[in-house]
């Protein structure tokens, strides 16, 4: 009787643990098509864009509070609704390589509702402007 007692217990225990790992998926969540791009070489100066989608893979809505550069250079633009399980949405990002040099790798870090924060990267390596 004991054993069986035991058993019951051990299985009710597995079941609720079970629930709680599920439950705690709920929420808001951003699947990025692509985390990182490269713009290979680019001249000193030019103004480079790129466009990172994503979509809301979670169950509830999606809501991206801010987006932090690593420097001035980067400029982000980003959805400032609400974004629905399911649906897609796009984060744009410039760089401009005026007064910049060689590699460049930088991180734009995106802070929403999902709990903690996610980065995506561009990186490029800018070439000097050839003189005339």
Do not use: Y
């Not at 809301?56 to 250079?73: A, D, F, R």
């Amino acid at each position: 009787m004991k054993k069986l007692a035991f058993i019951l217990v051990a299985f009710f225990a597995v079941n609720i643990a079970m629930a709680q790992t599920a439950d705690s998926k709920n929420g808001p969540e951003i699947t990025f098509a692509e985390t990182e791009h490269d713009f290979g070489d680019i001249t000193q100066g030019d103004v480079v864009e790129h466009i990172f989608k994503f979509e809301n893979t979670g169950t509830e809505p999606l809501i991206l509070s801010n987006v932090q550069t690593t420097c001035g250079c980067t400029a982000p633009s980003w959805p400032r609704e609400p974004i629905a399980p399911g649906e897609t949405a796009e984060l744009t990002v410039k760089f401009n390589s005026r007064g910049k040099m060689g590699r460049q790798n930088k991180v734009i870090t995106i802070v929403s509702n999902i709990g903690e924060n996610r980065t995506v990267k561009i990186i490029t390596n800018v070439l000097p402007k050839e003189s005339k």
